[in-house]
Nanobody, 120 residues
Framework: VQLVESGGGLVQAGGSLTLSCAAS????????MGWYRQAPGKQRELVAK???????NYVYSVKGRFTISRDISTNSVHLQMNSLKSEDTAVYYC???????????????WGQGTQVTVSS
């Protein structure tokens, strides 16, 4: 199973970016998917998560600015980020809870990370 991210980059404060992540491989089912981020010198934190039923939750600092969505048919998740601030600068990681054909248990999978830099 692989998670491949795209969409990071450099943007000015107040701008927008969309991150995308697609899961592929021997997937039987995908449960919750989400985005985490890690800024230099800080711990990795949950940014947003969406369940297979479509329920979402966000870290307080991005509420009203970020929107998470998913496409179940393509096992993908997206993060629309608006009104970006310098404090949003971090490496963003895609995460998914997946049941593969080679396991009887759900497992956490991670993408390789994509850099988001917001210049002030």
């Amino acid at each position: 199973v692989q998670l491949v991210e795209s969409g990071g980059g450099l943007v000015q404060a107040g701008g927008s970016l969309t991150l995308s992540c697609a899961a592929s491989g021997t997937i039987r089912s995908v449960h919750a998917m989400g985005w985490y981020r890690q800024a230099p010198g800080k711990q990795r934190e949950l940014v947003a998560k969406i369940t297979s039923g479509g329920s979402t939750n966000y870290v307080y600092s991005v509420k009203g600015r970020f929107t998470i969505s998913r496409d179940i048919s393509t096992n993908s998740v997206h993060l629309q980020m608006n009104s970006l601030k310098s404090e949003d600068t971090a490496v963003y990681y895609c995460n998914a809870l997946i049941l593969s054909y080679y396991s009887s248990n759900d497992n956490d999978y991670w993408g390789q990370g994509t850099q988001v830099t917001v210049s002030s």
